[in-house]
Nanobody, 115 residues
Framework: QVQLVETGGGLVQPGGSLSLSCAAS????????MGWYRQAPGKPREFVAH???????DYADSVTGRFAISADNDKNMVYLQMNSLRPEDTAVYYC?????????WGQGTQVTVSS
């Protein structure tokens, strides 16, 4: 079992920045594929960013150039640096990990972009 805990959400003005962290703990045996997803009210959960166990990064078109995902494998941490935030980035952001084909999700952290 793997537990994921997101931190760093909050209220930020448009154009501002915010950094999210995800701490993984539990039965971690590999460098996991990890990512960030978000879900706005009334909308399905959508992909935001992903970093593979090999360090390959991928981003949703809507955040490319503004967000950056990174990981510290020794600490079992993954991060999401969000810049140039827009109101449409407002959502609950979820950390995701995959180990041996099993999906794990964090509880989510609220990001609100508003003036």
């Amino acid at each position: 079992q793997v537990q994921l805990v997101e931190t760093g959400g909050g209220l930020v003005q448009p154009g501002g920045s915010l950094s999210l962290s995800c701490a993984a703990s539990g039965s971690i045996f590999t460098v996991m594929n990890m990512g960030w997803y978000r879900q706005a009210p009334g909308k399905p959960r959508e992909f935001v960013a992903h970093i593979s166990s090999a360090g390959r990064r991928d981003y949703a078109d809507s955040v490319t150039g503004r967000f950056a995902i990174s990981a510290d494998n020794d600490k079992n941490m993954v991060y999401l640096q969000m810049n140039s935030l827009r109101p449409e980035d407002t959502a609950v952001y979820y950390c995701h990990a995959d180990q041996f084909g099993v999906d794990y999700w964090g509880q989510g952290t609220q990001v609100t972009v508003s003036s």
